[in-house]
T-cell receptor
Framework: DTGVSQDPRHKITKRGQNVTFRCDPI?????LYWYRQTLGQGPEFLTY????????KSRLLSDRFSAERPKGSFSTLEIQRTEQGDSAMYLC?????????????????FGPGTRLTVL | QQQVKQSPQSLIVQKGGISIINCAYE??????FPWYQQFPGKGPALLIA?????SEKKEGRFTISFNKSAKQFSLHIMDSQPGDSATYFC???????????FGTGTRLKVLA
């Protein structure tokens, strides 16, 4: 396992179309995060899973965005009816929470991202 | 609205010099203070992080200084090298959650 992978790396779509991105985390990691990064800005938190449960979702997300992690392994992020403002880099990260109750601070490992361009 | 303000936006340093990047926050409900490094076309990577019960942490050439009362933490890169040229983000974690609030980033260029 060489790290977090994302597919596709680049996606160009027309406004109004639906797109789906996939993230494969590091195999033993049980936490998975999605972020959006626009040019010249830091990543913005979108949502977070622990195993298959979606525990937090940003208010930045409209109902056009949905994320799933059905078996607690890979995750998908779908954007429906894309808009030009959705153009950004979509980053996935994963981390591992140990069984120890003190293992609260954990390192996120980021994937290379999927660059979305909406025409 | 939690806010994280990072400065400067960009920084140019001579090889061997010290690079200092600052992060100020308004919300006290952060409990973990990492710095990330990002190269063009790559995702961010954790560089160094500090817990709020520690005022300073050093790992090699990288040091975090944390001032809880001033709600600030900074990254110091000693003996800066051209390979350190990248964008740096502070990203404090909201207490009780796994939500990280990234700063706007500092683009560092180290001249050879």
């Amino acid at each position: 396992d060489t790290g977090v992978s994302q597919d596709p790396r680049h996606k160009i779509t027309k406004r109004g179309q639906n797109v789906t991105f996939r993230c494969d985390p590091i195999s033993e990691h049980n936490r998975l995060y999605w972020y959006r990064q626009t040019l010249g800005q830091g990543p913005e938190f979108l949502t977070y899973f622990q195993n298959e449960a979606q525990l937090e979702k940003s208010r930045l997300l409209s109902d056009r965005f949905s994320a799933e992690r059905p078996k607690g392994s890979f995750s998908t992020l779908e954007i429906q009816r894309t808009e030009q403002g959705d153009s950004a880099m979509y980053l996935c990260a994963s981390s591992y929470r140990g069984t120890s109750g003190t293992d609260f601070y954990n390192e996120q490992f980021f994937g290379p991202g999927t660059r979305l361009t909406v025409l | 609205q939690q806010q994280v303000k990072q400065s400067p936006q960009s920084l140019i340093v001579q090889k061997g010099g010290i690079s200092i990047i600052n992060c100020a926050y308004e919300n006290t409900a952060f409990d973990y203070f990492p710095w990330y490094q990002q190269f063009p076309g790559k995702g961010p990577a954790l560089l160094i992080a500090i817990r709020p019960d520690v005022s300073e942490k050093k790992e090699g050439r990288f040091t975090i200084s944390f001032n809880k009362s001033a709600k600030q933490f900074s990254l110091h890169i000693m003996d800066s090298q051209p390979g350190d040229s990248a964008t740096y983000f502070c990203a404090p974690k909201t207490s009780g959650t796994y939500k990280y609030i990234f700063g706007t980033g500092t683009r560092l260029k180290v001249l050879a």
